[in-house]
């Protein structure tokens, strides 16, 4: 199973991107769907996800809050983060990652230890 993510690039501080992530190859239940980055000489960090069904509800990192959007389009097993008023701070390569597993607390949905599949990166650079 391959994760295949598209969308990150160069943009000036205020701008936007949309991330896109989706898996090819073997398909299977997908709960939930991640997005985590990581900054030159800094842990990976979680920046958002969204679940299915009853555990679908949206979760952001803090710093991302209100100008960043999870969604996802499970017919296509799709998962987009919308990137608004984006700042310096925000470069880094963006992960997604998907759980085979349904979500059992908030905690494990915000840790790179709870998900089973990793795409190969996809760099946003913002300059100020």
């Known amino acids: 199973v391959q994760l295949q993510a598209s969308g990150g690039g160069l943009v000036q501080a205020g701008g936007s991107l949309r991330l896109s992530c989706s898996p090819s190859?073997?398909?299977?239940?997908?709960?939930?769907m991640g997005w985590f980055r990581q900054a030159p000489g800094k842990e990976r960090e979680f920046v958002a996800t969204?679940?299915?069904?009853?555990?679908?509800?949206?979760l952001y990192a803090g710093s991302v809050k209100g100008r960043f959007s999870i969604s996802r389009d499970n017919a296509k097993n799709t998962v987009y983060l919308q990137m608004n008023f984006l700042k310096p701070e925000d470069t880094a390569v963006y992960y997604c990652?998907?759980?085979?597993?349904?979500?059992?607390?908030?905690?494990?949905?915000?840790?790179?230890?709870?998900?089973?599949?990793w795409g190969q990166g996809t760099q946003v650079t913002v300059s100020s």
């Open positions: 990652a998907v759980d085979r597993n349904p979500r059992t607390s908030r905690l494990r949905a915000m840790s790179a230890g709870g998900y089973d599949y």
């Open positions: 190859g073997r398909t299977f239940s997908i709960y939930d």
């Open positions: 969204v679940g299915v069904g009853q555990s679908s509800s949206p």
